[in-house]
């Protein structure tokens, strides 16, 4: 039994900071989302090819999940596709926690099957696995993929999944100009040989890399990734500023190019978009192509700023 390839859009669309919507303000990103506001995301980005959703249960502890299922409601099931996760730091103590976590998220989504399904992180590699198989045999799940493995965990998952006849079908890290780990420790070379999809994740920086925050105009107050970014906004200001350069000559923003450099690096972004108008500057980033020098010069730039934003839940590669 092998699992069909994958096709997705070029460019996934993510739904972390939905996980505040609705809630009493500022969460992890501080933004302040309606669900009329997200119904018009999803009509737009639909309208444009993009229609491959990725959340968590760990984003909002469901509430992500519940306000995609929200904002999705009315468009056909065919016509779009859902990425969820395991977490394992959230395992219930029932017989099967993988499992019910999905039942838990199909609840939510109110559907019947997702078409990527992740191990969240690599907590326990030879211990969730294998919890795969049965949802993949039953339908449940249509792809499978791991997020934060590094090279050898995704090989060991591959491995365990192999033994089935499925394999692991993508990849999930944090990739951006910023932090490039998984190129440098050859997982972006691993899936490239062997066909698998990578999703890029925080190609944006949260916000950092679109530009449109600055030492004078910071991320949110109060906001988790205001204290992550917001010291280092000095040091990005050089980078920034070429990358809205180089978007200009094209109708993109400085978020437009950090958008094309992942494409170009051959990887799927998974963009964290939060307003209609995001889905203007997708569209814009999926028609760009960068040249080899601007690629360099770009990764040039952000090695000169030289930060570190490896998130909290993150190990080395
Ligand atoms: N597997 C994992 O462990 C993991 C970890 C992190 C993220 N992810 C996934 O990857 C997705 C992306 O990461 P992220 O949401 O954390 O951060 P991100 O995509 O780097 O940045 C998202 C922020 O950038 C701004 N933005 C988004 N699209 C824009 C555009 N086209 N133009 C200008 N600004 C734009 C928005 O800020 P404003 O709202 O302030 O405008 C948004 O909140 C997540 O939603 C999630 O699905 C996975």
Known sequence: MTSKALTVPAVALGTWAWGDSGEAGDGYFGSRLSASGLREVVGKAHSNGLTLWDTAVAY????????????????HRGEYQLSTKFTP????????????????????MRTDYVDLFWIHDPADVARWTPSL?????????????VSNHNLKEIALADQILGEAGFRVEAV???????HR???????????REHGVRFFSYMVLEQGALTGRYSPAHPLPEGSNRATVYNGIL????????????????????????????????????????TKADHIDGVVRARGIELADEEVAELEALADAADVDTRGWWENEM
């Open 133 to 145: 198989i049965p949802l993949l045999r039953s339908g449940k799940v249509k792809q499978v993929g």
């Open 234 to 273: 000095p040091r990005l200001q050089e980078l920034t500023d070429r990358m809205g350069a180089i978007g200009k000559d094209r109708g993109a923003s400085a978020a437009g190019v950090a958008i094309a450099w992942a494409i170009a690096k051959g990887t799927t972004p998974i963009v964290g978009v």
């Open 60 to 75: 909002g502890m469901g509430r992500s999940e519940t306000a995609l299922a929200q904002a999705l409601a009315g468009c």
């Open 172 to 178: 999930q890290n944090h990739y951006s100009l910023l």
């Open 181 to 191: 780990s998984s190129e440098r420790a050859g997982i972006l070379a691993h899936c």
């Open 89 to 108: 730091q959230l395992a219930g103590d029932g017989d099967d926690p993988v499992g019910d976590m999905l039942e838990q998220s199909l609840d939510r």
